[in-house]
């Protein structure tokens, strides 16, 4: 087994995380539309400036709470590695030695419940239970490349930018043919 050391850049987003992104930009640019309008009717009453300010402000604060949600996300996954022959995914470390497979699964997410986690607002990553998988922890931007690693105990999904490198660097640092 040799000690393998690269980096990977996470695939572009995919669909899944794409129509996720518009439909919560939609949806808060509407509940923007909504506060707006009764922040203008509440500017136009008699109400203290403090009111004023805040029915102004209002608008924006769902701003404030997507944007950086959707930017953290992002760039949890948006690079891992393999160091020293363990999977490094942000904080998390998954030890390569023991793995059992790795190959591409573009269905992984086909029928799969979310347990914990995002569900596309910049990326899918979370705890996910499938009956046809079991559980399984995804680290995924775009789930048509994904790739699915084995464990005896544990699953993982990632969705590197280059597949089939990824796949040749994991079975080389795991010993695997």
């Known amino acids: ?65 997507v944007l950086p949600v959707f930017l953290f996300q992002r760039s949890r996954i948006a690079r891992f590695r393999i160091e020293e022959n363990c999977l490094v995914l942000g904080r998390k470390r998954y030890p390569l030695e023991g793995l059992v497979d790795v190959a591409r699964d573009p269905g992984i997410l ?10 596309g607002l910049g990326a899918i990553r979370g705890r996910y239970w499938s009956k046809r998988v079991g559980k399984f922890d995804a680290f995924l931007t775009d789930s048509e490349k994904a790739v699915v690693l084995r464990w005896p105990g544990r699953i993982v999904a990632v969705s590197p930018e280059d597949p089939e490198f990824f796949i040749m660097c994991a079975r080389s640092a795991a010993g695997l043919k």
């Open 110 to 119: 086909r029928w799969a419940f979310k347990i914990a986690g995002n569900d």
């Open 1 to 65: 087994m040799t000690s393998v050391n690269q980096d990977f850049q996470s695939a572009p987003a995919g669909r899944r995380v794409v129509v996720t992104m518009i439909a919560v930009f939609f949806g808060l640019f509407g509940a923007i539309a909504v506060n707006a309008a009764f922040a203008f009717k509440a500017l136009h009453a008699h109400s203290s400036p403090a009111n004023r300010t805040a029915a102004v402000l209002a608008p924006l604060v769902g701003l404030l709470v």
